[in-house]
């Protein structure tokens, strides 16, 4: 494959040479997830089993000045940032095409997870438990100023012991600024934050103030699922949520839960982004419930009471749909790459 094509615009960053992977040291095997501009495959680097994220490079110089300068935000973000309930980031190449790769977690999505749950739910403790996961991984990204956007169960994934969740898919993420203005309709309906719109018809590409606080509202709404293992907005289709909630302060209800907890959601989901907490007083608030259900004797893994939220040296998180595909019933398949036959991981350079 030829090198890519020059075009105007946004320069793809020089790559740290501490992070850029030679091609030749990357094998391809079944793709594993397809977003809109990216396919992820299940792979091998350097004998590590990773996934393989390569994007999509565009029909048109425009399309290709956008992708090149969302890769290089991307990588960048990713090299920035280390903790553990984020996908850690392994490295990436721009060469004969752009690629990221990332640890590959087995356990799926939160999604998928939860779908094989019901109509059961999680003990609350262990709900609260994956919640202060999320909290931390969210509270590491605004601490270097980083804004997610696109924050919904799709995007969280789980290790293969079922116990860890960690956030994923930094594509639509941004750094945060006072004065820059942010395109709108960002993320996905359903999850998203009322001042994400400005009109009724939700014009696309609109323009408008926003900050990290638009995090905090799918925090609450990825809690209230996690607590009802429901569809939140149940009958409604995306479009109509998200009207709901910006145009009429739908939420749902939050009436079954208990005090403490109910006061944790609706203040992350209030109107005014600046009523809503940060993730550091949201941490504290579900610790204080954890200690009023088992003051002695914590319901919840000890590794959620321990501070991992220092600003740590790069090595950081990942991707979207990094997981591999489950059967029917769940399950992932164990041994998925030791019982492939002797050739099956195609080289890099050959799927081009």
Same mark, same amino acid.
Request: proline residues 7%.
């Given at each position: 494959?030829?090198?890519?094509?020059?075009?105007?615009?946004? &320069?793809?960053?020089?790559?740290?040479?501490?992070?850029?992977?030679?091609?030749?040291?990357?094998?391809?095997?079944?793709?594993?997830?397809?977003?809109?501009?990216?396919?992820?495959?299940?792979?091998?680097?350097?004998?590590?089993?990773?996934?393989?994220?390569?994007?999509?490079?565009?029909?048109? @110089?425009?399309? /290709?000045?956008?992708?090149?300068?969302?890769?290089?935000?991307?990588?960048?973000?990713?090299?920035?940032?280390?903790?553990?309930?984020?996908?850690?980031?392994?490295?990436?190449?721009?060469?004969?095409?752009?690629? /990221?790769?990332?640890?590959?977690?087995?356990?799926? $999505?939160?999604?998928?997870? !939860?779908?094989?749950?019901?109509?059961?739910?999680?003990? #609350?403790?262990?709900?609260?438990?994956?919640?202060?996961?999320?909290?931390?991984?969210?509270?590491?990204?605004? %601490?270097?100023?980083?804004?997610?956007?696109?924050?919904?169960?799709?995007?969280?994934?789980?290790?293969?012991?079922?116990?860890?969740?960690?956030?994923?898919?930094?594509?639509?993420? #941004?750094?945060? %600024? !006072?004065?820059?203005?942010?395109?709108?309709?960002? =993320?996905? *309906? #359903?999850?998203?934050?009322?001042? +994400?719109?400005? $009109?009724? $018809?939700?014009?696309?590409?609109?323009?408008?103030?926003?900050?990290?606080?638009?995090?905090?509202? %799918?925090?609450?709404?990825?809690?209230?699922?996690?607590?009802?293992?429901?569809?939140?907005?149940?009958?409604?289709?995306?479009?109509?949520?998200? *009207?709901?909630?910006?145009?009429?302060?739908?939420?749902?209800?939050?009436?079954?839960? &208990?005090?403490?907890?109910?006061?944790?959601?609706?203040?992350?989901?209030?109107?005014?982004?600046?009523?809503?907490?940060?993730?550091?007083?949201?941490?504290?608030?579900?610790?204080?419930?954890? *200690? $009023?259900?088992?003051?002695?004797?914590?319901?919840?893994? @000890?590794?959620?009471?321990?501070?991992?939220?220092?600003?740590?040296?790069?090595?950081?998180? =990942?991707?979207? %749909?990094?997981?591999?595909?489950?059967?029917?019933?769940?399950?992932?398949?164990?041994?998925?790459?030791?019982?492939?036959?002797?050739?099956?991981? +195609?080289?890099?350079?050959?799927?081009?």
């Amino acid at each position: 494959m030829s090198d890519l094509p020059h075009v105007s615009g946004p &320069p793809i960053n020089i790559l740290d040479a501490k992070w850029l992977i030679d091609p030749n040291h990357l094998f391809v095997g079944p793709k594993i997830g397809e977003g809109a501009h990216a396919k992820v495959y299940e792979g091998k680097c350097k004998n590590q089993t990773v996934a393989i994220k390569m994007i999509h490079k565009g029909e048109t @110089p425009e399309d /290709i000045g956008k992708r090149e300068a969302q890769f290089a935000r991307e990588v960048d973000m990713l090299s920035r940032v280390q903790h553990n309930n984020l996908v850690k980031f392994i490295g990436a190449c721009k060469e004969p095409v752009m690629v /990221i790769v990332t640890e590959l977690l087995w356990g799926g $999505t939160l999604r998928k997870y !939860l779908l094989n749950m019901r109509p059961g739910c999680l003990d #609350r403790s262990v709900a609260v438990g994956f919640a202060l996961d999320i909290a931390r991984a969210m509270e590491c990204l605004h %601490s270097h100023g980083i804004i997610h956007r696109d924050f919904k169960p799709e995007n969280l994934l789980m290790t293969a012991d079922y116990k860890t969740v960690k956030l994923a898919d930094f594509g639509l993420a #941004r750094e945060e %600024s !006072l004065t820059e203005m942010m395109t709108a309709e960002t =993320g996905t *309906y #359903r999850w998203m934050a009322p001042e +994400l719109y400005s $009109t009724v $018809t939700l014009r696309q590409g609109e323009k408008k103030h926003y900050n990290h606080k638009v995090d905090a509202y %799918s925090f609450a709404i990825v809690l209230w699922e996690l607590l009802h293992n429901k569809m939140p907005f149940e009958g409604m289709s995306n479009l109509q949520a998200a *009207y709901a909630a910006a145009f009429k302060n739908v939420r749902p209800s939050a009436e079954d839960l &208990p005090e403490e907890l109910a006061t944790i959601i609706t203040s992350c989901w209030q109107e005014d982004p600046n009523a809503r907490p940060n993730f550091s007083q949201i941490i504290q608030m579900l610790l204080n419930y954890l *200690y $009023t259900i088992s003051p002695s004797e914590p319901s919840v893994p @000890p590794r959620i009471f321990t501070s991992e939220n220092a600003v740590l040296p790069p090595d950081s998180p =990942g991707t979207r %749909s990094l997981m591999p595909v489950r059967d029917d019933t769940g399950d992932t398949p164990k041994a998925m790459m030791e019982d492939k036959p002797k050739g099956f991981f +195609l080289c890099f350079n050959q799927c081009y």
